[in-house]
């Protein structure tokens, strides 16, 4: 095996699992969870039998929520409010407004991060809303007697 062919499988194997941290942290916290850990899986897929086998699950996973998250318009409204939330969050955060006179510890921990950490917030919004475009374009089914 080639030096070239080691790094290649090193930079492979890194991204694949930041990419399964990454889903599985935003399971629970802002972000495409699912479609992160699909993507680290792809890629540890390519380099594991294991993966390999566990990816078509988590296909499925991810297809099925993506699908059942545009079949109501109430369930689209909601995820176009909370990408929108999560963009203007991500500003204000980045703009990094002066702490309020309620804020119980010293200033500088309000709102740590500024702009890296609103670009991150804006970047998941949008990420979110190209999703929810994609999901409603891809895999809406139309219900008898809507539309």
Do not use: C, H
Request: hydrophobic share 55%; aromatic share 10%; net charge positive.
């Amino acid at each position: 095996m080639s030096v070239r062919n080691t790094g290649k499988n090193v930079l492979l194997q890194g991204a694949g699992w930041v990419l399964v941290l990454a889903g599985l942290a935003a399971l629970v916290l802002p972000g495409p969870g699912l479609l992160a850990l699909f993507a680290g899986m792809a890629l540890l897929a390519t380099q594991y039998e294991w993966a390999e086998r566990r990816l078509a699950p988590v296909r499925n996973a991810a297809l099925r929520t993506a699908a059942d998250s545009v079949q109501t318009w109430l369930r689209i409204l909601a995820s176009v409010i909370g990408a929108l939330v999560l963009i203007g969050v991500g500003v204000y955060w980045g703009i990094s407004l002066p702490a309020p006179s309620w804020w119980p510890v010293d200033e500088r921990w309000w709102l740590v991060g500024g702009w890296g950490t609103g670009a991150t917030l804006i970047g998941s919004g949008l990420i979110a809303l190209g999703l929810l475009v994609y999901s409603y374009a891809r895999l809406r089914e139309p219900r008898a007697g809507s539309e």
